[in-house]
């Protein structure tokens, strides 16, 4: 980092510790736990985008693009006055970052406000930002193409860098935000359902609550949900207010399992709608709560 001028030594009264976590491929991730800095951080409200508007809005293209951008964070410089803030210790020394750092509470406020600055007035036309990741859709190759260089144009005149090695050019089909998307379908990831099949059968609150949100983020595909998830509910919510009052019964043992046998045997999956073709609204009232 001292090389590619992101780092440089420190002289400011600021110091935070440093945590180093090992990635699933290996290597190394240097972060810094900026905890007590942040305690003391006036905080940037910046919305992020809705996840399921970004999903809603790109489905339904022939042509899809990734672009990741090379460690974004650090493509983003900080002022000069800012600097000392950013300070960590190590065996050798104080050193500040001279870029935006990961664990600083605005980091992803003004990553995204960066963004979103800077692609201006494509965003939702053809290409959606979040965060580091940059999806371009299209209904033609000859238009996609178009796409494409018009963000990379943009990309480089502002001196940002893609990780050729992350990104996915012109496919049918593509992941992005835990979702597969194409021009039909949308479906869930199987690398984060796995996870959710695995799980155990709950013991105590925070396993519950694990379970069943972990579930929520994926609800629109399981029919029945609230039905299914209410007696799991009932007895997680009850004890949000009185911890000791959890108890995990049949009820919810069979909630549980029938969850997972969805998850397992039934492919979970939503069509893109025809918006040319004529809509039903049904509704219904539920007396569970």
């Given at each position: 980092?001292?090389?590619?001028?992101?780092?440089?030594?420190?002289?400011s009264?600021?110091?935070?510790?440093?945590?180093?976590?090992?990635?699933?491929?290996?290597?190394?991730?240097?972060?810094?736990?900026?905890?007590?800095?942040?305690?003391?951080?006036?905080?940037?409200?910046?919305?992020?985008?809705?996840?399921?508007?970004?999903?809603?809005?790109?489905?339904?293209?022939?042509?899809?693009?990734?672009?990741?951008?090379?460690?974004?964070?650090?493509?983003?410089?900080?002022?000069?006055?800012?600097?000392?803030?950013?300070?960590?210790?190590?065996?050798?020394?104080?050193?500040?970052?001279?870029?935006?750092?990961?664990?600083?509470m605005?980091?992803?406020?003004?990553?995204?406000?960066?963004?979103?600055?800077?692609?201006?007035?494509?965003?939702?036309?053809?290409?959606?930002?979040?965060?580091?990741?940059?999806?371009?859709?299209?209904?033609?190759?000859?238009?996609?193409?178009?796409?494409?260089?018009?963000?990379?144009?943009?990309?480089?005149?502002?001196?940002?860098?893609?990780?050729?090695?992350?990104?996915?050019?012109a496919?049918?089909?593509?992941?992005?935000?835990?979702?597969?998307?194409s021009?039909?379908?949308?479906?869930?990831?199987?690398?984060?359902?796995?996870p959710?099949?695995?799980?155990?059968?709950?013991?105590?609150?925070?396993?519950?609550?694990?379970?069943?949100g972990?579930?929520?983020?994926?609800?629109?595909?399981?029919p029945?949900?609230a039905?299914?998830?209410?007696?799991?509910?009932?007895?997680?919510?009850?004890?949000?207010?009185?911890?000791?009052?959890?108890?995990?019964?049949?009820?919810?043992?069979?909630?549980?399992?029938?969850?997972?046998?969805?998850?397992?045997?039934?492919p979970?999956?939503?069509?893109?709608?025809?918006?040319?073709?004529?809509?039903?609204?049904?509704?219904?009232?539920?007396?569970?709560?």
């Amino acid at each position: 980092m001292i090389n590619n001028n992101q780092v440089g030594p420190s002289r400011s009264p600021w110091s935070s510790p440093v945590i180093i976590q090992e990635k699933k491929d290996g290597t190394i991730r240097f972060l810094v736990d900026y905890r007590k800095l942040n305690a003391v951080t006036k905080k940037d409200n910046y919305p992020h985008p809705s996840i399921e508007e970004l999903l809603n809005r790109i489905g339904g293209h022939q042509y899809y693009t990734k672009l990741d951008l090379k460690s974004g964070y650090f493509q983003i410089p900080i002022s000069k006055a800012d600097r000392p803030k950013t300070a960590f210790v190590t065996q050798d020394g104080l050193y500040e970052f001279y870029v935006l750092s990961q664990g600083l509470m605005n980091a992803r406020a003004t990553f995204q406000r960066v963004m979103n600055d800077l692609i201006g007035n494509g965003r939702w036309d053809y290409v959606v930002v979040y965060l580091d990741d940059i999806l371009i859709f299209s209904n033609s190759f000859e238009e996609h193409q178009q796409h494409l260089n018009e963000i990379l144009r943009i990309l480089a005149t502002a001196n940002f860098q893609v990780n050729s090695a992350k990104c996915t050019i012109a496919v049918p089909e593509i992941e992005f935000l835990s979702h597969i998307i194409s021009k039909n379908q949308l479906k869930p990831s199987s690398d984060k359902i796995k996870p959710i099949i695995d799980m155990i059968e709950p013991t105590t609150l925070k396993q519950a609550n694990a379970f069943i949100g972990k579930l929520n983020w994926y609800r629109k595909f399981i029919p029945n949900f609230a039905r299914i998830a209410s007696p799991i509910n009932k007895v997680t919510n009850k004890a949000k207010a009185k911890r000791n009052e959890f108890k995990w019964g049949p009820e919810q043992s069979k909630s549980f399992h029938q969850f997972k046998q969805i998850l397992i045997s039934k492919p979970l999956f939503l069509d893109y709608p025809d918006p040319t073709a004529p809509f039903i609204l049904t509704t219904d009232a539920s007396n569970h709560q």
